[in-house]
Each structure stands twice: as C-alpha cells, then as structure tokens.
C-alpha cells in the first residue's frame, strides 16, 4: 500500500483532505483517528503534525506527504522532495521589525532574529553571506521584539495583519514563496504516478469550467482563436442551418471574459457548467 501523511491539523489540513476526498480516496469521519486504510484505492492514511511529515517522508518511514514547502525545506533533509504544488495555502515567508529599524537585509548582520522555522532563516542567511543570531520559537513569534529577545521576526505572511497589530513593519525581499506540496522520499514508490493523476485531475477541475454555446459556423475560426480548449474545441452541427454546437473548456478566472468576447462573435445559450474531476 501507498503511505501518505496528512496534516493532522492547522491550516493545510482541512484543505488536503477535500482535496484527496474529490480525489475519490476515503477521509476520517473522526478528527481524532490518526490511521485510515483505504483498502479499495490501496493506500494508507497517516495523519501527523504539519512539521513532522517531512521527516517522516525523507527517513522512508512514509511514502509521500502533503505538506508546505516552508516545513519541507526548513527540515533541510535532502532526502525529502517536492514532487507536485497543489495550488492552495499560499504564504509568503518575510522579515518584519519596528517601522525605521531595518532596511535592508544587510542590517541584519549580528542581530537576534526570533522565528519558528530556523532552519529556513539560517539556509536562506547563509546563502546571502549574513551572520545572525537566531532565536528559536514554537508558534507565534509577534512579541519576541517587544519582550526583548529579539531585534526582528521572521514569520510566514499571509495579509501582515498580525505583524502591524504587533507594532512590526515588513522589509526585505521574499524569502519563499510557499503552498502546500506533494513532497515524496528517497524512493519512488507503487502507487505513486495513480495518486498524482488524481491530484491532477482535481486541480484542473478546480482551474477550468465546461463552456457550451451555439454560433455561426463562419465564426468558428475566430471563436476558436479565443477559447481553444485543451486540445482543441468540440464542434457539433446544429439543425438549424450554418450553425454549431461548441463545447469547450477554459480557465474558470477567465470565463466572463471570454463569454463577452465569444457573444460579440455571435455566439448565443452560452451555458457554464462546474467539472467536478478530470483526466488530462
């Protein structure tokens, strides 16, 4: 069987396990079970702590795991890789201090910098050539300046609210750009390239929508030109003379720009429908 972790809980978790249910694969009922065998998909679920399933993967005690890329490359286990974004828990990694203090991330050199992801900060400081002393939290990091422990932060952002709300500024580059990932281990095991079709499968059926409508048949070479399809537009003729039946796919974000760009071509019954899980 294909062993998978799962995050047990936290921001990534609820997310992951949609996404592996409209995968078709079974989900806990319990918030409390840490173990699911899915006999019928040949995998078994393991679900850990957000942190812990890097390791986990890149020792071989699991298969593969979803995670974020911040905790996969803040473990700095070679062993453990990314294998697939999936396209949700997007999270910018970034420096913050009290407005005026830094400017650069030259500043930074020799200051205390608190932070849960250690690993990340000293990999990314090194590989700019700057020495910090890091001191190293568990969760929330917003008070480590106030308190007196720290001279800046360096924390996952998502709106800055938090930050501001702590008297704190942003600045300096991004240090990553993160999302929940597929991360796989040393080997690559049975089961694997089944479980990505289906992760792929959701992620297109979450990025694009059906989209049918009726048009002129001399207008087909210009309404293509504006909605190709994946492969190419399915084209059926219509009982009403010179004109067809068109179905094709597009990026769900684009789509009422591009029912107005197909409507001004003639297009008419322009229907959207949801897809609910593809192959590609």
């Not at 997310?15 to 694969?25: D, F, H, I, P, S």
């Not at 309404?223 to 068109?246: N, Y």
């Not at 229907?271 to 590609?280: D, E, K, Q, S």
Request: charged content about 25%.
């Amino acid at each position: 069987m294909l062993r998978i972790a799962i995050p047990n809980k936290g921001s990534l978790s609820e997310t992951a396990v949609q996404m592996l249910k409209e995968a078709g694969y079974a989900t806990r009922r319990d918030a409390k079970t840490l173990h699911l065998i899915d006999e019928a998909n040949g995998v078994e679920f393991f679900y850990l702590r957000p942190r812990d399933i890097a390791t986990y993967v890149a020792r071989g005690a699991l298969d593969v795991g979803l995670t974020g890329r911040d905790l996969l490359l803040d473990v700095r286990m070679p062993e453990a890789r990314e294998i697939e974004s999936l396209g949700f828990g997007s999270s910018t990694f970034r420096f913050a201090a009290p407005p005026g203090r830094f400017s650069s991330l030259a500043d930074l050199d020799g200051a205390r910098i608190a932070t849960s992801y250690t690993g990340l900060v000293e990999s990314f400081l090194a590989e700019q050539g700057i020495s910090v002393d890091v001191v190293p939290l568990n969760g929330a990091v917003e008070s480590a300046v106030e308190l007196g422990i720290a001279d800046a932060v360096a924390d996952v952002v998502e709106t800055g609210t938090t930050l501001r709300q702590a008297g704190l500024e942003i600045f300096g580059p991004v240090m990553l750009e993160s999302e929940a990932v597929l991360i796989g281990g040393p080997r690559e095991p049975e089961g694997l390239e089944k479980l990505l079709r289906r992760l792929r499968g959701v992620l297109v059926a979450r990025r694009y929508v059906m989209l049918d409508y009726d048009l002129p048949a001399e207008a087909l070479d210009a309404a293509s030109g504006v909605a190709q399809g994946i492969q190419s537009p399915t084209v059926s003729p219509l009982q009403r003379e010179g004109w067809v039946a068109v179905r094709v796919m597009v990026p769900q974000r684009d789509v009422n720009r591009i029912m107005d760009d197909l409507y001004a071509l003639g297009a008419r019954a322009l229907l959207v429908t949801a897809i609910h899980n593809a192959r590609l």
